[in-house]
């Protein structure tokens, strides 16, 4: 399969930790560290060397994340047991400052999905709504939310 963004870089990371991510979401508070590859964020956000790795370079780059048969998947999956959580605000779920990470990526993929969902249901549930605006700022004009 080709694979012309590299996504498999993303399987490979994930792979080894999936299980603790979705166990340490179920329980309401991440705990380790897998930020950068299971929620990824737009290029030019993180200066991290790990946040360079795993950060998405365009919004087609996100799309195929999307497509992709296992990260779309996960992607989704997790963004839905974060969105399960209750009496928690993103913060205390994340930490600082992974909770901007987290509403980084929930901006890229609701604008990168085809329906918005279920990333558009955290923008409401833990941003009131609103995208944010850096990752807005690297995206193309004509795919920011309405």
């Given amino acids: 399969m080709e694979d012309p963004y590299d996504l498999q870089r993303f399987v490979e990371a994930q792979d080894p930790v999936y299980a603790r991510v979705c166990d340490e979401l179920r329980a309401g508070r991440k705990r380790s560290h897998w930020m950068w590859f299971v929620f990824p964020q737009m290029q030019g956000l993180g200066q991290s060397p790990m946040a360079q790795r795993y950060a998405i370079g365009s919004l087609a780059e996100a799309h ?13 999956a997790c963004t839905q047991l974060v969105n399960s959580i209750e009496g928690r605000p993103v913060t205390q779920i994340f930490g600082a400052p992974d909770d901007l990470k987290f509403h980084s990526s929930m901006t890229l993929f609701s604008c990168a999905a085809a329906d918005g ?11 009131d709504g609103a995208p944010d605006t850096q990752t807005l700022a690297r995206l193309p004009q004509a795919t920011r939310l309405p």
């Fill in 117 to 127: 969902e279920p990333f558009r249901t955290a923008l409401r549930k833990y941003f």
């Fill in 64 to 76: 195929a994340y999307l497509e992709h048969p296992v990260l779309g998947e996960r992607l989704r």
